[in-house]
């Protein structure tokens, strides 16, 4: 039906960046959002940015900690977002899954994920 897949994740320095991608494909008629949540260990998985549009206008949200270090973006077709994380720090550390809020040939609108991609903040 749908599927999202994530790449861009790994090791990385405190203080460093990193830019993950996901892409969305399949049998989708129509993509009202895309995000991406993470997950730490041993902690539950938590909002990090989502991107919609309406009309020409595109709305952005980000978790009030990642503000400002992070930046969600969308290519023109509108099947691929973007995570751009600077300034990393340890906390940081989590996997990272993207999600596709679509319509599909096969159902109303839904909500799929990715399969998650690490990401290490370590020195």
């Known amino acids: 039906q749908v599927q999202v897949v994530e790449s861009g994740g790994g090791l990385v320095q405190p203080g460093g960046s990193l830019r993950l991608s996901c892409v969305a494909s399949?049998?989708?008629?129509?993509?009202?959002?895309m995000g991406w949540y993470r997950q730490a260990p041993g902690k539950e998985r938590e909002l990090v940015a989502s991107?919609?549009?309406?009309?020409?206008?595109?709305?952005?949200n980000y978790a009030n900690s990642r503000k400002g270090r992070f930046a969600i973006s969308r290519d023109n077709a509108g099947n691929t977002v973007y995570l751009q994380m600077n300034s990393l720090k340890p906390e940081d550390t989590a996997v990272y899954y993207c999600?596709?809020?679509?319509?599909?040939?096969?159902?109303?609108?839904?909500?799929?994920w990715g399969q998650g991609t690490p990401v290490t903040v370590s020195s």
């Open positions: 999600y596709v809020d679509a319509v599909s040939s096969y159902t109303l609108r839904a909500r799929y």
């Open positions: 991107i919609s549009s309406t009309g020409n206008t595109v709305n952005t």
């Open positions: 399949g049998a989708i008629l129509n993509i009202n959002a």
